[in-house]
């Protein structure tokens, strides 16, 4: 079946520190990946997507490239700010998946000054 | 992207007790979703809401325990019918826009004691 794993967190990082947090996914075909924010008290917002194979989604900083070859969709952003502090979904559309959203487990950042 | 409001923002309800949520969407949409984050968990799909139909199901999620209504095109409800403290969760709604992307609601915070 279809399915998200996201290392688990949770992630502590200094201001200004680089940040990776891994995205590795299950399914058939080719899904649309996305990366979602919740920031705490708050809901869930886009932060970037990629719909096909070497796609680059960016927003805000973040990155991230469909990597087909290790199904992968890996959050990079180069210099972390403590407003970034929020928890990070990977999730994925399949691609017959008639829109259904299927999420990682969600993984915390909390950036310290 | 839509603005998607819900109503209640929060609630605290008493077991056996029923609760209807609001979702109201600023534009006319064609699928919209409603989904389960339970306390420090990933979000799980319960159902797509169908306009002038029935709503669809995901596995462990049942209509008598979760009725949906979907009038029209900018409008539904969830109801969490008979209460018990495992409902507690956060229930959001989320909207497809430009194509696949997911847009969602600000969420319906409940606790049920």
């Known amino acids: 079946g279809n399915s998200v794993t996201q290392m688990e967190g949770p992630v502590t990082l200094s201001e200004e520190a680089f940040l990776t947090i891994n995205c590795t996914y299950t399914a058939t075909g080719y899904p649309s990946l996305f990366w979602y924010v919740q920031y705490p008290g708050e809901g869930l917002q886009l932060l970037l997507k990629a719909t096909k194979a070497d796609d680059k989604g960016s927003n805000k900083g973040f990155e991230a490239t469909y990597r087909k070859e290790t199904t992968s969709f890996h959050l990079e952003k180069g210099s972390v700010q403590v407003s970034d502090s929020a928890v990070y979904f990977c999730?994925?559309?399949?691609?017959?998946?008639?829109?259904?959203?299927?999420f990682g487990a969600g993984t915390r950042l909390a950036v310290h000054p | 992207s839509a603005v998607i409001s819900q109503k209640p923002s929060r609630d605290i309800c008493q077991r056996g007790t029923s609760l209807t949520i609001q979702c109201q969407v600023d534009?006319?949409?064609?699928?919209m979703f409603w989904y389960r984050q339970q306390p420090g968990q990933s979000l799980t799909l319960i159902a797509t809401a169908n306009q002038g139909s029935e709503a669809t199901y995901e596995s462990g999620f049942v209509i008598d325990k979760f009725p949906i209504s979907r009038p029209n095109l900018t409008f539904s409800t969830l109801t969490v019918s008979n209460m018990s403290p495992e409902d507690s969760s956060i229930y959001l709604c989320s909207v497809v826009q430009g194509g696949e992307t997911q847009y969602f609601g600000p969420g319906t915070r409940l606790l049920v004691l």
């Open positions: 999730a994925l559309t399949p691609e017959s998946g008639y829109n259904k959203l299927i």
């Open positions: 534009s006319q949409v064609t699928m």
